[in-house]
């Protein structure tokens, strides 16, 4: 069974900033990537950012510049720091691992806030 607990959601103004974390547990095959997505109202489900095992990192334009993902390898953690947050970034984040096997697991969800 694997687990994946995420943390560090909340509410923030406009242009604030928060610190997700998404500990990974269980058993499982290796880790290929880790990643988060979002999803908001009424929307399909988008990828935030995207970090390979060897630290290869992808974010859509809509984050780039504003967002970074990190992790750990050791402790089987991902981190994603969200800065210069906007209202359009209110959603549910959610964090993905996708192991060596092309099985995708999914955390339960955090949700993230930017109002005035």
């Known amino acids: 069974q694997v687990q994946l607990v995420e943390s560090g959601g909340g509410l923030v103004q406009p242009g604030g900033s928060l610190r997700l974390s998404c500990a990974a547990s269980?058993?499982?095959?290796?880790?290929?990537?880790m990643g988060w997505y979002r999803q908001a109202p009424g929307n399909q489900r988008e990828l935030v950012a995207r970090?390979?095992?060897?630290?290869?990192?992808n974010y859509p334009g809509s984050v780039k510049g504003r967002f970074t993902i990190s992790r750990d390898n050791a402790k089987n953690t991902v981190y994603l720091q969200m800065n210069s947050l906007k209202p359009e970034d209110t959603a549910v984040y959610y964090c993905?691992?996708?192991?060596?096997?092309?099985?995708?697991?999914w955390g339960q969800g955090t949700q993230v806030t930017v109002s005035s």
């Open positions: 970090i390979t095992q060897g630290g290869s990192t």
């Open positions: 269980g058993s499982f095959s290796s880790i290929l990537a």
């Open positions: 993905n691992v996708l192991a060596h096997t092309g099985v995708n697991y």
